[in-house]
């Protein structure tokens, strides 16, 4: 944590590490009461570990502080908060950190333990909670279980930052691209993302022959794996079906697996993301595909195993702890790429 501190730290960010029994030891007993004065008006609070977490981060961010949160730890030794889902008919509960970024929202009007349900006004009542989509700051979380995963985490952040590709840092005009099935259909012909992505070197993996092919022909997770090591990429995109433990290159139809030849999964495979060795040439994986990012069993997930592996992978990743929408997959890729070619826009015209 150091090395991490001191770096910030030389880049000008007025930062702190703060230990989770430090913030227990403050707020003990303190209940979480944020948005009790919202309509509704109600007296339920939100009580352990998480709570006193986001009241220490409402006081700082008060101050002017917690503007950036990186939390660190995955399911075993730090906390997590679960969001109800909107989809109706699914009991499932995403992980989000949102909560520890939100200062406004009350996640317990309706006195259930399903925190941060959507608010609906129902027969005169109010049912639900009362959550905006508007954190207050930017959180992220590096889910390491252990000191060598963040060591490992924080080498990759110091070579990225510094000096990415170790002198040779071409490969950060790299796109690669990947889609299948629904989200393809969407976006091979998107002239909005392909203007916006004009300013990479872009490498496209779809499904062949095309979207819905049964069976289809190409690609295989294997060949991709295979490509990123020989040809890395500052920014990777998935847009795919996904699992916890793989992403889906290609299927019959739409939506039924082929495995293994159509998937990266994690493992040390021909396929698996810790056979990828582009080492110092590492950048950003940016996911549509369902659960990538749920880190929550014993087994690493896809965005661990990339931001964990020692050999390559990625010092970012953007991803689902539960289910990616279609539309919302498409919108976001579209405003991602727009946003970097925004940026790139603006520092051409600086030079």
Known sequence: MNKYIEWKKKRGLDI????????????????DSIGNTLVPVNNVTISGNAAMIRMYLKDVHGQGGAKW????????NTIRKYRASDYIGREVKPITD????DYNSDYAVDSDTDYGERKQFIAGSYIGDNVDRF??????????????????????LLTYEMHPGKGDSSYLKNY?????????????NSSILFNSLDIFDTTIFKELPYYYSNPPTATTGATIISNFNIHPAGWWSWNNHGLSDKMFTMTDSTNIAITPQGT?????GTNGLLSLTNNERIGIISAASCNVANFEGSNDCMMEQCLFNPNGG???FVGNTELGWINQGIEKIKRESAIIDSCHNNMSMKN
């Open 314 to 316: 990625s010092v970012a």
């Open 16 to 31: 702190e590490a703060v230990s989770l029994e430090d913030i227990y030891l403050q707020y003990n007993g303190i209940a």
């Open 264 to 268: 990266i999964s994690t493992g040390n």
């Open 176 to 188: 690669i691209l990947c889609m299948a099935d629904e989200m393809q259909l969407h976006l091979q």
């Open 69 to 76: 949160i990186l939390l660190v730890g995955d399911n075993a």
């Open 98 to 101: 949102k909560y520890f970024a």
């Open 135 to 156: 954190p207050e700051s930017f959180v992220g979380r590096i889910p390491a279980s252990d000191t060598s995963e963040f060591n490992n985490w924080v080498n990759k």
